[in-house]
């Protein structure tokens, strides 16, 4: 059957580190990998999308890495702050298909 | 624009009851998704449309569950009877899927329905 893995169910790192969050998948074929934030009591919200021919993917202190072949995606922020802390989803899109999402990893930076 | 509209926010409501969850999506988006969340089993896909058409619906668990879209700015999610099980935040979400963005999901604030 299909099925992501997110790495953790919860992340705590001090403030200023990097925040490393790993999505594992299997028995799928996406065209696209997506992350969202979701803060408690809110809706998701998107973040970043990768291509399945791209490898790396910026925004602000915020990259992802997409690697078919491990069938693995990569999270990471840099230089983590307070306001960072949140739970991350990530989620496939096999095409014009509705997304399918992990549970989540949530994160905690102490300052 | 206002971002996709749920309503109600909360509701408790007992077993047996009907529930009705309504949804406004964002104007222009041709994909309209319904998913529950609960701690349990995270972020569930139940049922999605396109052009307001049920593409995919097996995610609904059980009959009891039904979902429309009579035209393109409005979907309801029913429950009926509704049980304890039910209780979970249903999303409404919408998308206007490109080839350039995939299927970039917007989401609404969530429905928190209390089945007691």
């Known amino acids: 059957s299909q099925k992501i893995e997110q790495n953790s169910e919860a992340l705590n790192i001090q403030e200023g580190k990097t925040a490393t969050l790993t999505c594992n998948y299997t028995?799928?074929?996406?065209?696209?990998l997506q992350w969202y934030r979701q803060d408690p009591g809110r809706g998701p919200v998107f973040l970043l999308l990768?291509?399945?021919?791209?490898k790396e993917k910026r925004k602000e202190r915020l990259k992802v890495t997409f690697d078919t072949t491990l069938k693995q995606s990569l999270f990471h922020i840099t230089a983590s702050q307070p306001a960072d802390s949140a739970t991350y989803l990530c989620?496939?899109?096999?095409?014009?298909?509705?997304?399918?999402f992990g549970k989540g990893t949530t994160l905690s930076v102490s300052s | 624009d206002a971002g996709v509209i749920q309503s109600p926010r909360h509701e408790v409501t007992e077993m047996g009851q009907e529930v009705t969850l309504r949804c406004k999506p964002i104007?222009?988006?041709?994909?309209l998704f319904w998913y529950r969340q609960t701690m349990m089993r995270g972020l569930e896909l139940l049922i999605y449309f396109n052009n307001n058409v049920p593409i995919d619906d097996s995610g609904m668990p059980e009959d009891r569950f039904s979902a429309k879209m009579p035209n393109a700015s409005f979907s309801t999610l029913k429950i009926q009877p509704s049980e304890p099980r039910d209780s979970a935040v249903y999303f409404c979400?919408?998308?206007?899927?490109?080839?350039?963005?995939?299927?970039?999901?917007?989401f609404g604030e969530g429905s928190w329905l209390t089945v007691v």
């Open positions: 990768i291509r399945e021919n791209e």
């Open positions: 979400a919408s998308s206007p899927f490109t080839r350039s963005s995939g299927n970039t999901i917007y």
């Open positions: 104007s222009g988006h041709d994909y």
């Open positions: 989620a496939l899109d096999q095409a014009g298909t509705a997304l399918i």
């Open positions: 028995n799928y074929s996406p065209a696209y």
